[in-house]
Nanobody
Framework: QVRLVEVGGASKQAGGSLSLSCTAF??????????VAWFRQAPGKKREAVAAIYTDDGTTMYTDSVKGRFIISGERGKNVVYLKMTGLQTEDTGKYYC???????????????????WGQGTQVTVSS
């Protein structure tokens, strides 16, 4: 079984920066590789994919609205993935979830059915 724990949500002003972390607790090999994605859900809106990383080779993917502002990072065997967010906008407000699967991230990383495990989420609020 896998448990994902997100940490780092906070209230920030537009233009600010914030880093989130997602730690995967599991009983498998510490050298395990995984695809970890960040999703977010704003009030009244559908959950959307933000970024994903395949920890084996560091391949990353981003949704267009965060390209150039967010960086997802993680290392094989570390079981922690980070989402560094800069140039925050009010549109970035939402509950941020990490999700994980043991396979390589598909190009359609936004497909929620790809992921076997989900965290409980952490709230990010950006005010103008």
């Amino acid at each position: 079984q896998v448990r994902l724990v997100e940490v780092g949500g906070a209230s920030k002003q537009a233009g600010g920066s914030l880093s989130l972390s997602c730690t995967a607790f599991h009983r498998y090999s510490s050298d395990s590789v995984m695809c970890v994605a960040w999703f977010r859900q704003a009030p009244g809106k559908k959950r959307e994919a933000v970024a994903a990383i395949y920890t084996d080779d560091g391949t990353t993917m981003y949704t267009d609205s965060v390209k150039g502002r967010f960086i997802i990072s993680g290392e094989r065997g570390k079981n922690v993935v980070y989402l560094k967010m800069t140039g925050l906008q009010t549109e970035d407000t939402g509950k941020y979830y990490c999700a994980m699967t043991w396979i390589r991230c598909p190009t359609t990383f936004a497909d929620e059915s790809t992921y076997n495990y989900w965290g409980q989420g952490t709230q990010v609020t950006v005010s103008s």
